[in-house]
């Protein structure tokens, strides 16, 4: 029997690819036994690989296209460590600070490098935190505005805007330019794009099973598994169902 111990293992995710491949080079050099599973230049990216495999850790861009890194720690909801990489000034990230998340300040050096990679190790194999309420917080501030909860979704239909209370959505899903915003009564769409609706909603009753879609906890019946392990969430009064990526099936483990 092999007594081997596993190696760590890390995605990065940093649309800059002189900085991404820097940093790969950096973690090389200084922690030989990480093995990085993938380098690449977005989040969704990151996501879809992290559905093939589950790393111990990500560093992750603040700011990427479409999919930030901030999205991606909401996304993976306490399944790794997550080292933010940043050109932020350390002012703006107090709440990385009170929620024990490390960060990396553009242009890395080695000397943080290595104080980020000596926290890691002691962390490797305790639990890591859910980043939820952290990411929306922070995003909030790197906008300049104070994080405030949603209470209504406004859509518009022609000359008239409808007020949603946000308790009553079962659902919310990208659809091209738009998200849909789906109830039992009906569906609207609106033009605020899922990342920042992630910013404005609570995160113990607004899960995300899909990089495109997010479900209103109270509005869940039960869960379905195929036999390939994939699974659907059905919804009271809907007929429609909403399929679950593999990062999020640790939301239904219990279930």
Known sequence: MSNAVSRPTALIAEDEHILRDQLAQKL????????????????EAVLEAAESRM????????????????????????????VFVTAYDRYALEAFDA??????????TDERL????????????????????IASRVA?????????RLQWIKAGAGQTVRLIPVEDVAFFQSDEKYTRVVTTEGESLVRLPIRELLEGLDPDSF????RSTVVNAR??????????????????????TLAVSRAFTHRFRQM
């Open 140 to 148: 909030a501030q790197l906008r300049g505005v104070s994080p405030t």
């Open 207 to 210: 899960w995300q099973v899909h």
């Open 219 to 240: 509005h869940i019946a039960s869960v379905t598994r195929d036999d390939r392990g994939l699974a659907r969430v059905h919804l009271k009064g809907l007929a429609e």
């Open 99 to 108: 929620g024990a998340v490390d960060y990396l300040l553009k242009p890395l």
């Open 55 to 82: 790393p111990d850790l990500f560093f992750l861009d603040i700011q990427m296209p479409e999919v930030t890194g901030l999205d991606v720690a909401r996304a993976i909801a306490g399944q790794a460590h997550v």
């Open 28 to 43: 090389a050099r200084l922690w030989p036994e990480l093995e990085i599973l993938g380098a690449v230049g977005d989040g």
């Open 114 to 133: 290595q104080v980020a990679i000596t926290r890691l190790k002691s962390r490797i194999g305790t639990p890591a935190p859910d980043l939820g309420e």
